[in-house]
């Protein structure tokens, strides 16, 4: 799920220890100008914003007196790489889909998949969103659920507010954590990635109080131990991002040796994460594209003469290539990358295979 940029840096995020007070984390705070006794000296500000956004008194009272300052948080959010705006060279889409499109993740998708497959069914009817890609991106972001984050996502929000280089967006989310808990999810419920990711979908608090939705009837949208919750969840996501019933993510297509590209750069420009928008040509209907010569892998066109999809060869000419629908552009708006939006639609083909 993104924070910056995008709604996913969980990969990150999970692959690091908890420990708030990590000997280098602590140290890089020190050399930073940071401290436990600036946090505290900060968090005035912060509980009257609080205050002002309108989350209860009790609350505000029984977490502000146990808020502690992560140096582990903030030396993991500056060690974060800037993306591929400073590299000339883009890595092989290989080696990332082995990791995220395995044997083992389609084998687990596929027995969630079937064990659920008549609530996914009446989720993806309510929705218009296909219950493989739910279940994809459940695999995706936490592996079924079996990797969540265990920072306590108050003490890691605080500590970037206070931080400061990207202060509102932080405040934002701490306070929209602080509205979880009023609605009666616990302190101790609220664990994730250090940059605020949670639950099984590794939504930003501020997404879950927009989207997060009841799956299995009870009543409530508890995105960290329902899994239809959390699968209802992903696809009120992708419904209000603009997914499009009954139409593929992409597929892989053959470009002939002797394709020409010219004329086919994208004349758009993405407001967001531009170089993997880029990446893509301009949009042409399938049997323009038919009539240049690419053809799909599988043999028949997924997809009708006149929908409009884009070329992406993410490892350049001569290797797999893919056209791709409005509803890759949706996985994208889940995670700026083409890589893993990529892997998120093979992975969704695989498990209802």
């Known amino acids: 799920m993104r924070i910056i940029g995008t709604l996913a840096v969980a990969a990150l995020a999970l692959a690091a220890p908890a420990s708030d007070l990590a000997g280098e984390g602590a140290a890089l705070a020190q050399a930073s100008g940071l401290s436990q006794a600036g946090f505290q000296a900060y968090l005035p500000q912060l509980r009257a914003q609080a205050q002002a956004a309108g989350v209860s008194q009790a609350t505000i009272a029984s977490v502000f007196s146990n808020l502690q300052f992560s140096p582990r948080t903030v030396e993991l959010d500056r060690a974060q790489p800037g993306g591929t705006a400073g590299s000339s060279a883009i890595p092989a889409f290989a080696p990332y889909e ?77 306070i929209a954590t602080l509205k979880m808990m009023d609605r009666g999810f616990s302190r101790g419920e609220l664990k994730g990635s250090w940059a605020g990711a949670t639950g099984y979908p590794q939504f930003l608090p501020s997404v879950y109080l927009r989207l997060g939705a009841d799956g299995d009837g009870d009543g409530r949208a508890n995105i960290w131990s329902s899994q239809l919750d959390a699968l209802a969840s992903i696809a009120n996501y992708f419904d209000n991002a603009g997914w499009k019933h009954n139409l593929t993510w992409g597929f892989k297509v053959n470009v002939p040796s002797s394709f020409s590209r010219a004329g086919l750069s994208s004349e758009l420009t993405s407001p967001r994460c531009p170089r993997v928008h880029e990446r893509h040509t301009k949009w042409l209907t399938a049997a323009e594209w038919r009539q240049r010569g690419i053809m799909p892998q599988a043999g028949a066109w997924p997809v009708a003469d006149n929908e409009l999809v884009s070329l992406l060869e993410p490892d350049g000419p001569g290797k797999t290539a893919y056209l791709l629908t409005t509803n890759y552009r949706t996985i994208l708006d889940y995670n700026c990358s083409n890589f893993y939006a990529l892997s998120v639609g093979l992975l969704a083909d695989a498990v209802k295979r």
Do not use: C
Not at 128 to 143: C, F, L, N, R
């Open 98 to 174: 082995a990791k995220h499109v395995s044997a083992n993740l389609i084998a687990r998708g596929q027995q969630r998949y079937r064990a659920n497959l008549a609530q996914l069914r009446t989720i993806g009817d309510r929705y218009g969103v296909d219950p493989s890609v739910m279940i994809a991106i459940w695999g995706h972001e936490t592996s079924y659920g079996a990797v969540t984050g265990d920072f306590d996502l108050l003490n890691s929000l605080a500590s970037l507010a206070y931080e400061g280089r990207r202060r509102e967006l932080f405040t934002d989310e701490f």
